[in-house]
C-alpha cells in the first residue's frame, strides 16, 4: 500500500508542469513563459513554442511570477520582489517577505534580474563576419571577422577578443591585420576589480608591423545587469613596437580602458563600444587611441545584424597611424 501511495505521488509530481511566468493582455490573450526583461516600453518574455517575444507594455493587463525581480519605478531607485502576483487590470502585486504592495503598471520602468556578486559559471559572447565587395573602376574586396566573449567563474572573469581584416584592391592586398586580446579581472565586490591584460597586433601592410601591450590596474564596474553592463579601468601599460624597417620602440604609458554595451527596445538592439586611450609616460608620442563603436539588431534568438566603427590613432610618434574602419555584417551570439 505504502509502495503504491509513493509511485502515485511521484507519478502526479512528474505530471505536473513546470512554473512558469504568465502574463495577461488587455484583449484577453495570455503567453506563459520566463520574463527576462523590461526596457523601452517592451517586455521580453521567453517562451518555449515562439521563442523570445516581445509586448508593449502598455498592452499589458496584469502578470505573475515566481521569480526574484528587480522592480524600478524610477531611473535610481529599485525594490527586488520575491514574486510577482496578478493583480486588477494595470496593477502587478510585489511580494518581498514584508506586506505585499500593489503598484500600478504604469509606474514601472523596468524589470531586470537582479545579478548576485558571486555566480557559479556564466559565459557569452558573439563573433561577426563583415564581406564588403565592389566592383567599379576599382575593384574592392574586404573581410572582417571578429569575436568578443566573457566567462565568468565566482570573482573571476575572463575578457577574449579577436580581429581580422583582409583588404584586396584590383588583387593586391592593401590591408592584412589581425589583432588578439586576453584580460583577467579579480572582483574585490560589487563594482570594484583588477585586472590584467595582454594584447598583441600584428599588420602585414602598415609601418607598424607589430604591437605587444602587457598591462595592470583598477577597474570599476559602474553596472553589470540584464540590459548591459558598463565598466572602466586604469591600467599601466608596457608596449613594445616594432616597425617595418626593423626599428622597435617601449615605452610605458597611462591608459584609460572602457567596455560599454546596453540594450534597448527589449533587446531588440545593442549599443555597444570598447577601447583604450593612452598617454606615453616618455615623450616618444602624444596618444594612442584603439576605439570601436556600433549597433547589433537582433533577428532571432542568436543571430544579428551590425554596423560598427573602428578607430586607431598613434599621434606624434616617428611614424603616425590615423586609420579609420566603417563595417555591416551579420554575427552571431550565445
Known sequence: MLTRTLLCATLSAVALPSLADTVWLKNGDRLTGKISVLDGGKLLIETEYGGSIPLKWNQIATLESDQKLLIKQDDVTGEVAQSLQAAEQGQVTLVNGAAPR?????????????KPLIQDFTWKGNVDVAMDYKRAETDTDDYDVSFDTKARHGLWRHNGTGNYNREYRDGVTVTDNWDAEYALDRLLDEHWFWQGRLSYKHDQIEDVRRQRTIGTGPGYQFWDNELGA?????????????????????????????????????????????GELGKPLENVADYALDAEVGLRYKVTDWASLN????????SGADSDLDETRYSIGFGVGW
Open 230 to 274: 558598463f565598466s572602466l579601468a586604469g591600467l599601466i601599460n608596457r608596449s613594445d613596437y616594432q616597425f617595418a624597417d626593423g626599428d622597435k620602440e617601449a615605452f610605458y604609458l597611462a591608459a584609460v580602458k572602457w567596455d560599454y554595451n546596453r540594450y534597448l527596445v527589449g533587446k531588440t538592439f545593442e549599443l555597444f563600444s570598447t
Open 102 to 114: 500593489t503598484v500600478e503598471l504604469a509606474s514601472i520602468t523596468q524589470i531586470i534580474h537582479p
Open 307 to 314: 554596423m560598427k566603427a573602428q578607430k586607431d590613432i598613434i
